[in-house]
Every structure is written in C-alpha cells, then in structure tokens.
C-alpha cells in the first residue's frame, strides 16, 4: 500500500521561498496512472489545490498560484516537490502531498500524506 | 474555475440518524465527483468516487449520487466515528475545485 510523508521547515520567512519534499513509498512516482499532487488548507479554511507532477515530468498548476509554485520529481529519490516563491502570510497552512489516481473513466484521491504545518512569519 | 457549493456548513445530528450533503458544481462535470472525510488533525480520506462508487474499505451506509450539477452525499445511519467534515471535490477540469465542506456534530 502507497504511503506518502511530507517533509520540510515548518517556519518560512516573508517573501522567502516554502520548499516542501514528499517521500513515497509503496509506489513509484515515475509511473503513468497517477497524478502527484499537492493540497493545502489554511488554518480553519477549506481545502486548495495546488498543482501536480505526472509521469515525464508534466505539470499542471493552479492559476492563482501558478506565477510562484513549482512542483517537480525526482525518480532516483522517488520523491516529489514543491517550490512556492514569495510567500506571506496567506501561505501559511498544512500542505498535503497526495496521489490523484487517473483512469479513462474516473479520478480520486487515492492516497495523502499525514499533511505538514507551514508558518510564514519573521 | 468550477465552484463548487455544498449545503448545508454544518448540520447537527444524532447517532442513527439519515444524513444528507449537497453539492452543486457552476458547470456540468458528468460523474466526476468524490467526496471526502476529514477528522481532526487527520488528512481527508475518499469515501465516494466517480459520484456514486464507494471507496474500497469504506462502510456501506455511506452513498453517493448525482451527475451534471447536483450530487449527494448520504449517511444512511450516523455512527459516533462519522463526525468530521465532509468535502466533495470535482475532477472534471483543472483547477481541481473543492466544497468549502460540511461539519457533522453530535447534537
């Protein structure tokens, strides 16, 4: 069974860059059929998309963040990033890595991570 | 983007009681719906995917339905261990959209 572990600082300064890393295991990033993505939630807020990486290396990103964010794979650490530059405080939140699972007929969240806790602050 | 709205917030009900949760998407998205579980300090877990096919391991009492614009989350009997908040989430076009969510508390 897939299991996904996010890791990163949990304090990131203004207008400095949130750099996040999640490990899988159970699984293979460098394989067709999955999305691996990334979701926040600010404190007492609802749930964000951010964006994913496929196989190949495709990426996909939410407009609203898209002039900032980077997610990116690494096949010989098996693992997937994310890069989000000049934060403030509105970034402030839990950050989930997850696997959206593609099919031709359907697509879920099949997987998350245990989420982390980013804090922008000085 | 597609929004997608869910009614109600926050419901209060009792433990055995039939529970149902809203969600309309601005657009048609087919059956391209799930819908999610978060308990406190936990990531959301899938219950429903596709708008009606229950997750592997997911109980029986929870069931989805709808397409287009209009779907439903039911709990045919609340348990103690369903009180959480509940997402739908769209996967017709990108960006992915979720429900703002809805609180299920104990009354």
Redesign the interface.
């Known amino acids: 069974q897939v299991q996904l572990q996010e890791s990163g600082p949990g304090l990131v300064r203004p207008s400095q860059t949130l750099s996040l890393t999640c490990s899988v295991s159970g699984g293979t990033v460098n394989s067709a059929g999955y999305y691996w993505t990334w979701i926040r939630q600010r404190p007492g807020e609802?749930?964000?998309?951010i964006?994913y990486v496929y196989f190949g290396g495709k990426t996909?990103?939410?407009?609203?963040l898209e002039s900032r964010v980077l997610i990116s794979s690494d096949t010989s650490k098996n693992q997937f990033s994310l890069t989000l530059s000049s934060v403030t405080a509105a970034d402030t939140a839990v950050y989930?890595c997850?696997r959206?699972f593609t099919t031709y007929?359907?697509?879920?969240?099949?997987a998350?991570?245990?989420?982390t806790a980013v804090t922008v602050s000085s | 983007?597609i929004q997608m709205t869910q009614s109600p917030s926050f419901l209060s009900a009792s433990v055995g009681d039939r529970v149902t949760i809203t969600c309309r998407a601005s657009q048609g998205i087919r059956?391209?719906l799930?819908w999610?579980q978060q308990k406190p300090g936990?990531?959301?877990?899938?219950l429903i995917?596709?708008a009606s096919?229950l997750?592997s391991g997911v109980p029986s009492r929870f069931s989805g339905s709808g397409s287009g614009t209009e779907f439903t989350l039911t709990i045919s009997s609340l348990q103690p261990e369903d009180f959480a908040v509940y997402?739908c989430?769209q996967?017709n076009s990108?960006?992915?959209?979720?429900?703002?969510?809805t609180k299920v508390e104990i009354k």
């Open positions: 609802g749930l964000e998309w964006g996909f990103y939410n407009p609203s989930y997850a959206e007929y359907y697509n879920y969240m099949s998350w991570g245990l989420g | 983007d059956n391209e799930g999610y936990k990531a959301p877990k899938c995917y596709a096919t997750e997402y989430l996967h990108y960006p992915r959209t979720f429900g703002q969510g």
